[in-house]
């Protein structure tokens, strides 16, 4: 059955933002659950930022390996770059900005 289809997912259509860090790791995670929740509680006007230490891996790159699965489930995943805070600001962190939509993340 859709999860979209039950009634807990029309109380998770009240969340504006969701949160999440240290999730992307291929060693320990795989990234299919990840994006498999993403789908379930990301709705129309939802917004998920997800906090990202960019790591190898040595199977697949795991950022276009992310934007390529939840492109696969109707997710736009955008790397935000301003607005950021200069003192927090690193080579290796990003945050992302995942939502209903067509990607426009090159991978």
Same mark, same amino acid.
Request: with cysteine; glycine share 4%; net charge negative.
């Given at each position: ?15 504006? %933002?969701? =949160?999440? $860090?240290?999730?992307? &790791? ?5 990234? @299919? ?33 992310? %934007?390529? =699965?939840? $492109?696969?489930?109707? &997710? ?5 770059? @301003? ?25």
């Amino acid at each position: 059955s859709n999860p979209r289809d039950s009634e807990a997912f029309d109380l998770v259509q009240q969340y504006d %933002v969701v =949160l999440a $860090a240290e999730c992307i &790791l291929p060693k320990l995670y795989p990234l @299919e659950p990840f994006v498999g929740c993403l789908d379930n509680v990301i709705g129309p006007s939802t917004e998920a930022l997800v906090a990202v230490e960019l790591r190898t891996w040595h199977e697949f790159d795991p950022k276009s390996r992310f %934007v390529e =699965l939840c $492109a696969s489930q109707g &997710l736009r995943v955008e790397t935000i770059t @301003e607005g950021l805070d200069p003192d927090f600001i690193a080579d290796d962190l990003e945050i992302w900005r995942v939502t209903r939509g067509a990607s426009t993340e090159k991978q």
